[in-house]
């Protein structure tokens, strides 16, 4: 079958959506990007991408987009939306694409997500189930991720939360978002789980210094106790299990740093960039 209609983008006003539209759109395909009604943030969709509006949460609202479409770019937002309508959006997706990336997490790889009955390991499972070519990015936190630091940061400089000393391999959301784009519109990704992952790891204070260099400020990290950051979590919406699943994960990375992979590089031929790229290029978020 030829590669003649659109590709779908999900979560396109994201972190990552946004990076993923903008590489789609360079291949010279059409793009299409799945919006929430009266989504304040849609302005993030580059000129040349069709919105098309719908919500994972009502299936019925998402087939129109599907309409035409080649390739799906699938992310769930795991904090706020369930699954129970995942089956329901793949039979959709099923009916209508031949390829799907999913945007999945280094934790079904470790088998962290097992444990914790999170989303993605689900979602993969149904995925596996149809009859789509997928391709899972299996990916490391994003280095968007520090952007929830930033009141702290732009505050009194003093950043509280656990496990300072807990060595990520933290990934630029653009760089995952190029990786799945490739996956969706070239030959030779199908049935690959590519865990993707940034170039070094580095700790989580370590991160915090290299935006204060950034900025030009001396920022300090201060380890509070796991307990009071899991209440802060979920009294912002985190679910408990998820939570306790990252905050055990940060514990467990002080003793092992993240894996590191060249995921990246192998895709895409080029090196993934790094944390401190990826300061420069959102400074403004901290200053
Ligand atoms: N962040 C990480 O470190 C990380 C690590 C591993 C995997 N992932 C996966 O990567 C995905 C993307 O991450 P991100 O940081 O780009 O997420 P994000 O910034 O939270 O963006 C989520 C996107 O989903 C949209 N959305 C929310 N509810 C929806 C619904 N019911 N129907 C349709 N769209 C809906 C949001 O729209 P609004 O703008 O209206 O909210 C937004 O565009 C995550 O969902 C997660 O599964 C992330």
């Not at 467990?252 to 401190?276: K, N």
Request: hydrophobic residues 45%.
């Amino acid at each position: 079958m030829p590669d003649s209609g659109a590709i779908l983008v999900t979560g396109a006003t994201g972190n990552l959506g946004p990076h993923a539209l903008t590489h789609l759109l360079a291949t010279g395909r059409r793009v299409r990007a799945l919006v929430l009604p009266g989504d304040p943030r849609a302005d993030r969709v580059p000129a040349g991408v069709e919105v098309v509006h719908g919500d994972l949460a009502r299936p019925e609202t998402v087939e129109p987009a599907l309409v035409d479409v080649d390739g799906v770019l699938l992310m769930w937002p795991f904090f706020t939306l369930r699954v129970d309508t995942v089956p329901a959006v793949l039979d959709l997706i099923s009916e209508h694409a031949r390829r799907i990336a999913f945007v999945s997490s280094i934790g079904v790889h470790i088998g962290l997500e097992a444990r914790d009955n999170n989303c993605h390991s689900y979602l993969e499972s149904m995925i596996e189930k149809t009859d789509l070519e997928w391709t899972f990015l299996q990916t490391t936190g994003f280095a968007s991720n520090a952007r929830g630091l930033a009141e702290q940061i732009r505050g009194d400089g003093v950043v509280r939360f656990p496990y300072g000393a807990a060595a990520r391999s933290s990934v630029h959301e653009g760089d995952v978002a190029e990786v799945a784009a490739r996956a969706l519109t070239t030959p030779g990704h199908a049935g690959a789980r590519y865990v993707t992952t940034g170039p070094e790891t580095l700790t989580q204070a370590q991160q915090v210094a290299i935006i204060g260099e950034v900025i030009g400020r001396e920022l300090r990290w201060e380890d509070v106790p796991a307990s009071v950051a899991r209440e802060q979590m979920i009294a912002q919406g985190w679910p408990p299990s998820y939570a306790d699943g990252a905050l055990d994960y940060f514990a467990q990375l002080v003793q092992e740093s993240e894996l590191v992979t060249t995921a990246v590089h192998d895709v895409l031929g080029r090196p993934p960039r790094t944390f401190r790229e990826w300061a420069v290029e959102n400074a403004d978020a901290f200053r």
